[in-house]
Nanobody, 114 residues
């Protein structure tokens, strides 16, 4: 049973920071990539950041320079450090793990007040 557990969401003011974490357990296959997606109110889900098994990263243009994705393979954990948060970053953030197939967390809510 593959399980993804996200944490770190919360309510902050614009300009502040949060760090999201996602730990995966029970994966039968090696993980090729881990990432974060988000879905704001009335918006489609979009890719925020992804990190592959070789360490390559990719970010949405809207978060470049502010967010940093990292991983700890030994702990099967991916992090998203979010700095200089804006109200536009308000969304439910979903952890995604790509192995033999894609697995999704239940999401953690990030609310940024102006």
């Amino acid at each position: 049973q593959v399980r993804l557990v996200e944490s770190g969401g919360g309510l902050v003011q614009a300009g502040e920071s949060l760090r999201l974490s996602c730990t995966v357990s029970g994966s039968r296959f090696s993980i090729s990539a881990m990432g974060w997606y988000r879905q704001g109110p009335g918006d489609p889900r979009e890719l925020v950041a992804v990190i592959t098994s070789d360490g390559s990263t990719n970010y949405a243009d809207s978060v470049k320079g502010r967010f940093t994705i990292s991983r700890d393979n030994a702990k099967n954990t991916v992090y998203l450090q979010m700095n200089s948060l804006k109200a536009e970053d308000t969304a439910v953030y979903y952890c995604n793990v790509r192995a033999f197939m894609d697995y999704w967390g239940k999401g953690t809510l990030v609310t940024v007040s102006s």
